[in-house]
């Protein structure tokens, strides 16, 4: 088995070894994973922080050895928790891992705090979108709540449809509390949106941009369009 590490701020993780293929998700700065197989110019990985699969540009491998990827298991990880960091020659996302306490980070708790959540998420206002993201340069509605639950002490799966699987029911809107999750789905039901609940009445989410709107019994109201963007399907509380 062949393993890796990330080593630049971002690299993007493709559905295929094309470059015209779709960006599926990304890894951040020493976020490591295996390497399950390759083509010229690519490698297939899995990365070890939420087991996603997906292809990377071979020029962004940067190899580690077994030991090595074994003793980073056992290092404390901090969490860069401002916009943006510099580090090690590299400017790195807010949810980044470092292996050392530096101005700028976080040591994640051991247990879930929905309010350290809700704070983490509050620093992403305004970061655009990007199918695929997960970092303040450009982030998708998954990975936005996946990289804030990781600060708050729980990481969940990489996209919403998994996400979802996670937490107990929470079956009427009054009973929202901070931090629960709101998942939202099409026509069809299936999944294709979530964002975290700041209150029983508004959603932090990341739709356009990280932004906040309103919630009621259909799904989220935007203001500024006077319309309802998202049909709402069930809303979780994680533990």
């Given amino acids: 088995m062949e393993y890796g590490i990330c080593n630049l701020s971002v690299v993007p993780i493709r559905k295929e070894g094309s470059h ?16 399950l197989d390759e083509k010229p110019g690519w490698y297939l990985i899995k990365s070890t922080e939420d087991l996603y699969e997906g292809w990377i540009q071979g020029i962004q491998h940067h190899e580690i050895s077994e030991q090595e990827f074994l003793d980073f298991k056992g290092k404390q990880r901090y969490l860069v928790d401002r916009p943006t960091l510099e580090y090690d020659g590299r400017i790195l996302s807010i949810g980044t891992v470092v292996y050392e306490p530096v101005p700028g980070s976080m040591t994640p ?11 983490f998420a509050q620093k992403f206002l305004d970061a655009p979108y990007l199918w695929g993201g997960r970092s303040i340069f450009g982030i998708d509605c998954s990975g936005f709540v996946q990289l804030c639950t990781r600060a708050a002490g729980k990481l969940l799966p990489r996209d919403a449809s998994q996400q979802i699987q996670e ?9 929202i509390q901070p931090g629960d999750l709101a998942f939202f789905g099409n026509e069809d039901g299936k999944i294709v949106h979530v964002g975290m609940m700041l209150d029983n009445e508004r959603i932090i989410h ?24 998202h049909r709402l399907q069930v809303i979780k509380r994680m533990s």
């Fill in 20 to 35: 015209s293929s779709e960006m599926v998700s990304q890894l951040l700065y020493n976020e490591r994973y295996e390497v």
């Fill in 109 to 119: 708790p051991e247990h879930f705090v929905p309010a350290l959540m809700i704070d």
């Fill in 167 to 175: 937490g107990e029911l929470v079956y009427f809107l009054p009973e």
């Fill in 206 to 229: 990341c739709s356009g941009q990280v932004r906040i709107d309103y919630l009621d019994q259909t799904g989220i109201f935007n203001k500024e369009r006077n319309e309802h963007t």
